[in-house]
């Protein structure tokens, strides 16, 4: 079991940026893959980024250059990075870990982006 915990969303105007944290409850050393998803009201819940335990990375099209991902095995922590923020990147942000065939997800975090 993981208990995944999200911090770091808020409230910023267009153009600004905002750090995500999710932090488990467990060592993330030997998660195959950790990512985030969003969820806007109304849409279906999309893959924002993700990175494997080898660190490699992978971006939804929509936020490529502009999100980055990353992971610190020390703290059992994995970041989103996120510059350059719109109004369509409102949603609630949440955390998702995979273990073999286990899919782990947090409670979410809400981050609104004002025009």
């Known amino acids: 079991q993981v208990q995944l915990v999200e911090s770091g969303g808020g409230l910023v105007q267009a153009g600004g940026s905002l750090r995500l944290s999710c932090a488990a409850s467990?060592?993330?050393?030997?998660?195959?893959?950790m990512g985030w998803y969003r969820q806007a009201p109304g849409k279906q819940r999309e893959l924002v980024a993700a990175?494997?335990?080898?660190?490699?990375?992978n971006y939804g099209d929509s936020v490529k250059g502009r999100f980055t991902i990353s992971r610190d095995n020390a703290k059992n922590t994995v970041y989103l990075q996120m510059n350059s923020l719109k109004p369509e990147d409102t949603a609630v942000y949440y955390c998702n870990a995979q273990l073999s065939m286990l899919y782990y997800w947090g409670q979410g975090t809400q981050v609104t982006v004002s025009s």
């Open positions: 990175i494997t335990s080898s660190g490699t990375t």
């Open positions: 467990r060592s993330i050393f030997s998660m195959n893959v």
